[in-house]
């Protein structure tokens, strides 16, 4: 069983800066991704990660949001630069562990002046 704790969150101005973090404990993993549910809309895809470092983005996001993990701590990080209100939602750390999916339980991050 793999646990995921998201954390980071909060309310930030446009233009600022948030870094999201994701504790992931149980058992090793090999993709892990950062999603993101506005209301009223579906979860998209924000950034993943595999285990090796290759990364992909949301055009959205690309060029503002990096992601990153330490593999040794099991931890998966993302940095938000120059936020926009569109980015407010619940954002939620996603990791493959086999034929398996876990979620964590999110974290809300609203973008407002």
Sequence with gaps: QVQLVESGGGLVQPGGSLRLSCAASGSTIYTMGWY??????????????????????????????????????????????????????VYYCKAIHGVATYWGQGTQVTVSS
Excluded at 51 to 69: H, Q
Aim: glycine fraction near 8%.
């Design 36 to 89: 993101r549910q506005a209301p009223g809309k579906q979860r998209e895809l924000v950034a993943r990660i595999t285990s090796g470092g290759t990364t992909i983005y949301a055009d959205s996001v690309k060029g503002r949001f990096t992601i990153s993990r330490d593999n040794a701590r099991n931890e998966l990080y993302l940095q938000m630069n120059s936020l926009k209100p569109e980015d407010t939602a």
